[in-house]
DNA sequence: ATCATTTCTTGCCATTTGACAAGTGACGTT
DNA sequence: AACGTCACTTGTCAAATGGCAAGAAATGAT
């Protein structure tokens, strides 16, 4: 069936009828992005929300000396869009690039009101996917502070090992927040164990 | 005039009547805390939302090794509360202690549910402290990717003069993610420019 | 297959930050 | 005033990480 996945998906966030389901699944469209293609660049507003059915993002933002920090990666059954932006209507401060050939399925921010306002058990999904964008980054920030490098590579290959099959090595480093030679040593030192 | 800041905050971040920002506050209960006192610990769900009135607090968590890791400090007119365990009724991972005589307005989980299904327009107030709360959370994450610590240093006491006048040093180094020995010695070098 | 480009690794050295311990200073209690 | 406690500073040394440059490996274009 269509869009079997973002049904189970919303199913599991919120309590719905099958109906609403529906209703609420009917009002997104199919989208493909082929590889380093954008979903979303920094200075345009993400007026659109994202659910990833096959493939695999990842957000950066360029900082003042001209590199690139990546700040999340994407997998499959996940909503992916910039939480500011969407909400506040401001220009992203980030980019959303895909590193494989994707396909997933939009729907605006329009029409996301509309769903919110004619189902308010749906407005608990919303709410649901931004605390939970808060709370992964505030352990991320946690990490950050109280964990070497070599922990938290530990800790990423162990829970999200699909990264490293699709990102580079670079994009990693910066997300962990060390250069990629440290990640490269790093590496080393564990394949060496 | 009563909780006139507290008014005033409420009707800077969304369009209501003058009648229904009254009948708003009108909720929100006064609530006094002495020095050092906890408005939430660790363990027991935030049914909370407070709004901070005068004080100052800091969030913390003790992290496995058993130090306390300051993660965000309140100032006044600001909102205070656990974001995933006020919205998921979770038991909250952080404490929350005044670190001066504060006052504040207090309203339950309940209550402002209700004020945000008799007031539609309400609810733009609680997304827009989330996405606050949100942003301020990524930028920081940031700053600590890619800025050295004294940057961080020099950024927060520019931006946050207050809370080197009511937080212990060694709750400001961990915030700034290092240790109070490093903290003191970026203030030597920095007092001696 | 060849070549150019990009990504990753490695070596060398500098810098930043941490760990630990001793010392100083501030503060409250008695 | 004397004492104890706690916060902060400082010194020494070690560990972690970065900067830079050269080389190796992988990737993509022709």
Redesign the interface.
Known sequence: MEKQQLVDFIRNHVSSSEENLKRITEEFEEVRFAKNDYFLTEGKVCNYYLFLEEGFMRSF?I?I?G?E?T?YFHSNNKVVFD??SF??KTPATENIQALTESVGYLISHEKLNLLFHSMPEF?EFG??M??K???A??Q???A???KSAEERYSNLIQSNKEIFQYAQLRYIA?FL?ITDTSLSRIRKSFSEK
């Open positions: 933002t900082d000396e590199n920090v700040t939480v500011s909400f506040s407005r709410r649901a931004l605390v964008e808060f709370s980054f505030k991320r920030t946690l950050l502070i109280n910066s927040g």
